[in-house]
């Protein structure tokens, strides 16, 4: 299993202004995922990050908005960009394990763009 | 990326047996079935996986369909800690990527 640590765990910030969420595992991972969910709504996937490479972002999502750093095999983050409204979500990071493939997931970080 | 269909919400009295559905009828040969939750102010939590077998384990059972198109999350005795929303995750082999369907809300009455 993986421990996985989110700061901040909540913001409320002024529309065009950017946050950096940074993600922090307890053990090395290879794969680190970051998610969005809007309020009453499922999960999203923002990206993949891999350690050592750009990050690949999903259809709808793109880097200027969502940067994403990787520096080691324990650490990420994401910044909103140039924020609006609607950016107000939870965002979630998660780790994937070994074979089967689970996924630990982050306690989030809930964003309010005021 | 494959989908799944779930209920949007279902309801249980505690201590009694509680069967979410799922359906994937554009299932692939190699996908894993996944099973995830999320309690209330926190991230999903892994509950169980599988290919094509059934599966249990200390939280729960999964029953798959002889030809994969569906899948059915088993909780024995629900409790009030189970009330959460829980979601079906097809996982491609081939690929890392988890992509969230709608997910069921379980609801259990004291």
């Known amino acids: 299993s993986a421990v996985i640590s989110q700061k901040p765990s909540r913001d409320i910030c002024q529309r065009g202004t950017s946050l950096t969420i940074q993600c922090q595992v307890d053990s090395q991972v290879t794969m680190m995922f970051w998610y969005r969910q809007q309020p009453g709504q499922s999960l999203t996937l923002i990206a993949t990050a891999n350690q050592g490479s750009e990050a690949t972002y999903e259809s709808g999502f793109v880097i200027d908005k969502f940067p994403i750093s990787r520096p080691n095999l324990t650490f990420s983050t994401l910044t909103v960009s140039n924020m609006s409204p609607e950016d107000s979500s939870i965002y979630l990071c998660?780790?994937?394990?070994?074979?089967?493939?689970?996924?630990?997931f982050g306690p989030g970080t809930r964003l309010t763009v005021t | 990326d494959a989908k799944t269909t779930q209920p949007n919400s279902m309801e249980s009295n505690e201590e009694e047996p509680v069967h979410l559905p799922c359906n994937h009828s554009t299932i692939s040969g190699t996908d894993y079935i996944h099973w995830y939750r999320q309690l209330p102010s926190q991230g999903p939590e892994y509950v169980i996986h599988g290919l094509t077998s059934n599966v249990n384990n200390r939280m729960a059972s999964l029953a798959i369909a002889e030809d994969r198109k569906s899948s059915t999350l088993i909780l024995h005795r629900a409790t009030l800690r189970d009330a959460a929303v829980y979601y079906c995750i097809l996982r491609a082999n081939t690929g890392n990527q988890f992509y969230f369907g709608t997910g069921t809300s379980l609801t259990v009455i004291p």
């Open positions: 998660s780790v994937e394990s070994g074979f089967p493939y689970e996924q630990y």
